[in-house]
C-alpha cells in the first residue's frame, strides 16, 4: 500500500510569497527529479497562517528511503537547502496512509 508523505512548513511572516518564488525557482525541479511528481502544495489561508504544505506519494518505505538518499545527494538540492533557512521557522513532517477506500492509492 502506498504512503503519503506530508510537509507542514511554517514561513516567518511576510516572506512566504518571496519562499514560493525561490523554491518554485529552484527547488521545485530538483525536488520532483528526485522524488517523483508532487502529489500536492498548498499554502493555508484560514487557520494557521504563513504555512506551506506538500504532499509526496511513494510505493512503500523503502521506496520512500531511497528517493530521499537520492534528494539528500543532489548537488542542485544541496545548493538550495541553505537557501532556505531564513525563511523557515518551523518544520513538521507525517507519513500518511490512505483508507482502503481513498481514491489515492
Not at 36 to 52: H, K, M, R, T
Request: aromatic letters at 14%; one cysteine or more.
Amino acid at each position: 500500500m502506498a504512503i503519503f508523505e506530508m510537509r507542514t512548513y511554517t514561513i516567518r511572516v511576510g516572506l512566504v510569497q518571496d519562499y514560493l518564488a525561490l523554491y518554485h525557482a529552484e527547488g521545485y525541479g530538483p525536488h520532483c527529479r528526485c522524488l517523483g511528481p508532487c502529489i500536492a502544495w498548498f499554502q493555508s489561508d484560514i487557520g494557521e497562517l504563513n504555512q506551506v504544505m506538500m504532499i509526496w506519494r511513494y510505493d512503500d518505505y523503502r521506496d520512500r528511503e531511497i528517493r530521499r538518499d537520492r534528494l539528500a545527494a543532489d548537488p542542485e538540492w544541496l545548493a538550495f537547502i541553505p537557501k532556505t533557512r531564513a525563511f523557515i521557522e518551523k518544520m513538521e513532517n507525517r507519513i500518511i496512509k490512505p483508507t482502503f477506500f481513498s481514491p489515492l492509492q
